[in-house]
């Protein structure tokens, strides 16, 4: 899963150096866990939230 790390992340830019890292520590620690639970994967929970809390979701409202 190494390659898919480096392909999605190594050339990430965000236009703030801590974003980035923050976006390249939460790829690569995907990439280890591929797989698992994210509670598995992220040390603690305060890691796990931060995680979630990067990522922008949106909610979505599908019509059928």
Not at 28 to 47: D, H, P, R, W
């Amino acid at each position: 899963m190494l390659d898919w790390w480096e392909k999605n992340f190594a050339t990430l830019e965000l236009g703030d150096r801590r974003l980035n890292e923050r976006a390249m520590s939460i790829g690569y620690t995907l990439s280890q866990g591929f797989g698992k639970a994210l509670s598995e994967i992220f040390s603690s929970g305060i890691v796990l939230k931060r995680a979630y809390e990067f990522l922008p979701i949106q909610k979505c409202n599908f019509q059928a």
